[in-house]
């Protein structure tokens, strides 16, 4: 049983525009959120995070917005580089237990 | 410089033939665990370690095997290697357990079991 999906495995956006990757979960007891970017060949790398007394946190050009009603996590890149080309993926943890993970999202930024 | 050290970063290998693949971490970390990418399934825990001494299972652990003898290294043991093996893995380490303290990788090893 998945906790935490990612339901599109691939997203391609124009260099400068918004790039939006999104993440479900379906454990109530969540109750803190990370987005982690791999790159090919390197292993994954904190991106940002956010707790669940929070509902946005921002950190240059990223974004993540939190919506515990809907159970709903999104990460925001404005604007989008060529660089941000990576893979994507969202974690959650309930209190000190382990973080489990999406499957991930695909993110091309073409010029 | 911080880091998570892991070798082989490829190996091709047969069933049944015995491998392991080392982790080593320099931030002196409490956690570390191990974690298999499948393409579908994300990031999968396999093993933790609390402390030295101290593993458990993670949600697949099932044909894997986990020593932590000294803190900074907690090497992932296949002791009879199946073609559902065959896995990109990554070790990681933190100063906790849990998603409040970032975790840091490896940069992988791909195992392909023929």
């Known amino acids: 049983d998945q906790q935490v999906k990612q339901n599109s495995p691939s997203l391609s956006v124009q260099e400068g525009r918004i790039s939006i990757l999104n993440c479900d979960y379906t454990?109530?007891?969540?109750?803190?959120f990370l987005w982690y970017k791999k790159y090919p060949a390197e292993g994954p790398t904190f991106l940002i995070s956010?707790?669940?007394?929070?509902d946005k946190n921002e950190d240059g050009r990223f974004t993540v917005f939190l919506n515990k009603s809907a159970k709903h996590l999104s990460l925001h890149i404005v604007p989008s580089q060529p660089g941000d080309s990576a893979v994507y993926f969202c974690?959650?943890?309930?209190?000190?237990?382990?973080?489990?993970f999406g499957t991930g999202t695909r993110l091309q930024v073409f010029p | 410089e911080a880091q998570v050290t892991q070798n082989p970063r490829y190996l091709i290998t047969v069933t049944g033939k015995k491998l392991t693949v080392t982790c080593s971490q320099n931030?002196?970390?409490?956690?570390m665990s191990w974690y298999r990418q499948d393409p579908g399934l994300g990031l999968r825990q396999i093993y933790y370690?609390?402390?030295?001494?101290?593993?458990d299972k993670g949600d697949v652990p099932e044909g894997y095997k986990v020593s932590r003898k000294e803190k900074r290294n907690f090497p992932l043991i296949l002791e009879s290697p199946s073609p559902n093996q065959t896995s990109l893995y990554f070790c990681?380490?933190?100063?906790?357990?849990?998603?409040?303290?970032?975790?840091?990788f490896g940069p992988g090893t791909r195992l392909t079991v023929l």
């Open positions: 990681a380490s933190s100063s906790l357990a849990g998603a409040t303290d970032t975790q840091y």
């Open positions: 454990n109530s007891m969540f109750d803190y």
């Open positions: 956010i707790s669940s007394i929070k």
């Open positions: 974690a959650a943890s309930a209190g000190t237990d382990k973080l489990i």
């Open positions: 931030m002196n970390h409490e956690y």
């Open positions: 370690s609390m402390n030295v001494e101290v593993t």
